[in-house]
């Protein structure tokens, strides 16, 4: 038997089914089940809790979730960025803090993404975020460079959030101030 290649049609067939799924994983979390508002919710939470203060509002939004990482943009003042959070038996975590960077797949990867996960997180955001005026977009990109809080993928989940000691905040590198809770690191 000789093998023969396969033909482009094939090919086409293949490439338009996974779009579809890709995109498909991108819509989803627009359709606003329960437990897309119910994640959405919980990650807005988190975030507020972390970093709300009455003389620096916080305002989180959008919010693109997929299996257990989720995605958030944040604007406070004059400045944002980008949350990323991953879903743990003790809640929603936040991994790291960045701008453009936390919508690079490389990141997410080495954050402990899947590679489907990945991209289909990016997608979600570039639809949310394409909803939102220019100049609030344009505010996500303020956060210079990646913040990590958590250790190894995974290891963050397991010991959930931890108080604080007095942390330095840099210049352009976190919200207008330091989190009154970081994660515990090792």
Sequence with gaps: MTLRPIPSIWLDIAVFAISVLLLTATILPRTGTATDHAFADAIRDVLMD???????????????????????GWTQGDRGGRALLRRSGHGWVVVACGGDGLKELDVLRDAGLPAVDAVALVRAM????????????????????????????????????????????????????????QLHRH
């Design 126 to 181: 570039d639809v949310a975020e394409a909803r939102l005026p220019a100049e609030q977009r344009a505010l996500f990109s303020t956060f210079d460079g990646l913040l990590r809080l958590d250790g190894p993928p995974g290891h963050a989940g397991a010991h959930g959030a931890h108080p604080a000691a007095p942390a330095a905040s840099a210049p352009n590198s976190h919200p207008a101030s330091a989190p009154r809770h």
């Design 50 to 72: 972390s970093f709300d203060k009455p003389e620096a509002r916080l305002t989180v939004a959008p919010i693109a979730v997929i299996g257990i990482h989720g995605l958030a």
